[in-house]
């Protein structure tokens, strides 16, 4: 016969109880029931584990062994099965999130910087819905974008932490030579292609650039990303907007900055009053995690060691 949990449970009652008739009424079993098992038991570890005396029952020195080795496999039984109720029963940390680069280490910086809560991460599109659901108690916190001049609005009792500013890079036509650096106005007289996900703010962001320049505003689509990626392969002249650091199922093909950097995006984490604290510690896992991956995938190599003061440079 092979020891079993429910046999080191038998032999740690016996112990605490002193007796076979108290063990037994605790673990509900009858005591011929019991003393039967325990037989079987001394059968199978080859001696006595108990001596029985008038006033009970006492471990011999083989049952103190054995009971020695029993508690700790125990304990170690009990620490797991609390530590299994405290993963299950332990509040998600509710997260949505726009699909650009730096939310792409968002999951990874939640758990690292709120290790106690599960991270559930879903996409979110619209900015208005998304706090109106932050607002509403379905997600803890937010991860999005805005633009200069067309700042997010933050409502009372929403704390907003800002994450960086990163820059839009661009893909441009091939008749358009560059060394990773290209004018405005050689842009806007092509159709311009953006993610759908960055909604009429990113396109009213363009609009302004481009009116605070003295430039007419370029004719502006949002294809598909699939879409939008085999229309560069082909060579079709657009200009298209990429993000800073390439990622799996981006845009192909060679990046340039436009002159000064005048397109950006501030990348911005909302939360409750009350989850500010955490939301930082967030921020700051997800800055860390995002400098490190610049180093090496962004689309302009070496660009954030030439400029400071970038979400991805190494001075912020």
């Known amino acids: ?50 001596d029985r005396t008038p006033q009970g029952v006492a471990p011999t020195p083989l ?22 109720r405290a993963l299950r ?13 730096p939310a792409a280490f968002l999951g990874e910086a939640a758990s690292r910087a ?10 979110v599109e619209n900015r208005a819905e998304a706090v109106a659901a932050l607002v509403g108690g379905e997600l803890d916190l937010i991860m999005h974008v805005d633009f200069p001049g067309r700042e997010c609005f933050v409502p009372e009792g929403v704390e907003l932490i800002e994450v960086g500013v990163e820059p839009v890079f661009v893909t441009v036509p091939p008749e358009i030579e560059h060394n990773g650096v290209v004018e405005l106005a ?46 560069v392969r082909r060579g079709d002249p657009v200009v298209t907007l990429v993000q800073a650091l390439t990622g799996r199922g981006g845009v192909p093909g060679p990046a340039a900055e436009v002159r000064g950097a005048p397109l950006r995006m501030r990348h911005v984490l909302l939360a409750p009053s009350p989850c500010r604290a955490q939301a930082e510690r967030v921020a700051a896992e997800l800055v860390r995690r995002y400098r490190r991956a610049a180093r090496t995938r962004s689309r302009l190599p070496g660009w954030f060691d030439r400029h400071d003061g970038w979400l991805g440079s190494a001075s912020g």
Not at 26 to 31: K, P, Y
Not at 69 to 82: C, E, K, N, Q, V
Not at 116 to 121: G, M
Not at 192 to 221: F, K, N, S
């Open 63 to 84: 049952g103190e062994a054995v009971l020695e080795r029993a508690r700790t496999i125990l304990a170690d039984l009990d620490d797991l099965a609390r530590a299994m």
């Open 186 to 231: 050689e842009l806007v007289e092509f159709v311009w292609l953006m993610d759908r996900y960055d909604g009429d703010e990113c396109a009213g962001h363009i609009r302004d650039v481009c009116t605070a320049a003295g430039l007419r505003t370029p004719l502006i689509r949002t294809p598909a990303l699939l879409s939008a990626a085999q229309t």
């Open 89 to 101: 029963d332990r509040p998600q940390l509710r997260i949505g999130a726009l699909p650009t680069g």
């Open 1 to 50: 016969m092979e020891l079993e949990v429910r046999h080191l449970r038998m032999l740690d009652a016996i112990s605490a109880d002193g007796s076979l008739t108290r063990a037994a009424s605790r673990l509900g079993a009858s005591q011929p029931a019991l003393t039967a098992q325990l037989r079987r038991i001394e059968d199978a570890v080859g001696g006595a584990l108990f």
């Open 114 to 123: 709120a290790p106690e809560r599960p991270v559930d991460l879903v996409v």
